[in-house]
């Protein structure tokens, strides 16, 4: 399984990005996906996760209410919404794949992307 993620950029505090991880390979319906991010000197954690079917998702505190994650197998793409963006959500941000159900820790996924950098200004 490959991921490509993409769609990260520079954006002033309260604006909107979306990220794109498009999953080639294999046949994305088998695959749960989750993004997490990295900010420097940081651990990388869990942002948001979606099950295989689109069911069943995951969000951090920190994100919920603003980050919105979805996907459209049809096009092998999981999408993470990221709206009223704070400096804090600076980071490197990561896509991942699992088998069918997802996952909130680093080490239960098995197939990850290159990052794409998100930077919010204050």
């Known amino acids: 399984v490959q991921l490509q993620a993409s769609g990260g950029g520079l954006v002033q505090a309260g604006g909107s990005l979306r990220l794109s991880c498009v999953v080639s390979g294999r046949t994305i319906s088998n695959y749960a996906v989750g993004w997490f991010r990295q900010a420097p000197g940081k651990e990388r954690d869990v942002v948001a996760a979606?099950?295989?079917?689109?069911?069943?998702?995951y969000y951090a505190d920190s994100v919920k209410g603003r980050f919105t994650i979805s996907r459209d197998n049809a096009r092998s793409t999981v999408t993470l919404q990221m709206n009223s963006l704070k400096p804090e959500d600076t980071a490197l941000y990561y896509c991942a794949a699992r088998l069918l159900y997802l996952a909130s820790t680093t080490d239960e996924y098995d197939h990850w992307g290159q990052g794409t950098q998100v930077t919010v200004s204050s």
């Open positions: 979606i099950n295989w079917s689109g069911l069943s998702t």
